[in-house]
C-alpha cells in the first residue's frame, strides 16, 4: 500500500493565482481531512469529509474547496491564493470502523508571494 | 470551546533518561485521546490511543495514561534514545464535530543528547 500520497510537494504561486492540491489513498478509508501547519499554531483542520460525496468545514475553511467524488480522492482547491495561505499542507484519512487514528500524507510546502 | 495543550514547546533531555510530555485539555470530556509523532519534513505519524476507560496503555518504551479527572495525559519514552528526537503532539476528538475530526495541541519538541 502506498497509503496517502499528495503532489504536489512544493509550489510556489503569486497572488490571486488558484491551484489544486492532490490527495489520494490506497487504504479504502471512509474518512479523509485536509490541515494546515503553521509555526506556533499547529495542525488546523481546513475541511474533512466522511465519505464518497460529503464534504464539511473545518476550523479554517475560508479561501478553499473541496470535493470527494471517490472513496480514494480528496482534492483542496486555493480559489485565489494569498499570502495568508503559506504553509504546509497535510491530508490525512482514517477509518471510521477503527478508532479514528489518522494516517497522513507526507505533506505540501506552498509559498504565495 | 475545547482547549489542548502541550505545557513545553521544547524538551531536552539525557540519552537513557524518560522523557515524560503532558497534553492537558479543558471544556469537556473526549472519549479518546491520542498521540503522534512528527519529523521534521514529514507528516504525524499515529503512536498510541487511550480511552477515557483506560488509565494507562504502553507499547515498547511508550507509556501513556490518561487522567480524566485533571484532564490530563502523560506520554513517556523510557530508556530514550537520540532517535526518539522529534516533535510529539496530542489529539483529542473534536466534541460536536463528525466522529474522527481531531483537535491538536501545537506538540512538544523533543530532542535526546548523546
Known amino acids: 500500500n502506498a497509503g496517502v500520497t499528495q503532489t504536489p510537494k512544493f509550489q510556489v504561486l503569486k497572488t490571486g493565482q488558484s491551484m489544486t492540491l492532490q490527495c489520494a489513498q490506497d487504504?479504502?478509508?471512509?474518512?479523509m481531512s485536509w490541515y494546515r501547519q503553521d509555526p506556533g499554531m499547529g495542525l488546523r483542520l481546513i475541511h474533512y469529509s466522511v465519505g464518497a460525496g460529503i464534504t464539511d468545514q473545518g476550523e479554517v475553511p475560508n479561501g478553499y474547496n473541496v470535493s470527494r467524488s471517490t472513496t480514494e480522492d480528496f482534492p483542496l482547491r486555493l480559489l485565489s491564493a494569498a499570502p495568508s495561505q503559506t504553509s504546509v499542507y497535510f491530508c490525512?484519512?482514517?477509518?471510521?470502523?477503527?478508532?479514528?487514528?489518522?494516517?497522513f500524507g507526507p505533506g505540501t510546502r506552498l509559498t504565495v508571494t | 470551546s475545547q482547549k489542548i495543550e502541550q505545557n513545553s514547546e521544547a524538551l531536552n533531555i539525557q540519552e537513557g533518561k524518560t522523557a515524560t510530555l503532558t497534553c492537558n485539555y479543558t471544556?469537556?470530556?473526549?472519549?479518546?485521546l491520542q498521540w503522534y509523532r512528527q519529523d521534521p519534513g514529514r507528516g504525524p505519524v499515529f503512536l498510541l490511543l487511550i480511552r477515557e476507560n483506560e488509565k494507562e496503555k504502553r507499547k515498547e518504551r511508550l507509556k501513556v495514561t490518561f487522567d480524566t479527572t485533571l484532564k490530563q495525559s502523560l506520554f513517556h519514552i523510557t530508556a530514550s534514545q537520540p532517535a526518539d528526537s522529534a516533535t510529539y503532539l496530542c489529539a483529542l476528538e473534536n466534541y460536536g464535530g463528525s466522529q474522527g475530526n481531531l483537535i491538536f495541541g501545537k506538540g512538544t519538541k523533543l530532542s535526546v543528547k548523546p
Open positions: 471544556n469537556y470530556s473526549p472519549a479518546y
Open positions: 487504504m479504502n478509508h471512509e474518512y
Open positions: 490525512a484519512s482514517s477509518s471510521r470502523t477503527g478508532h479514528y487514528e489518522q494516517y
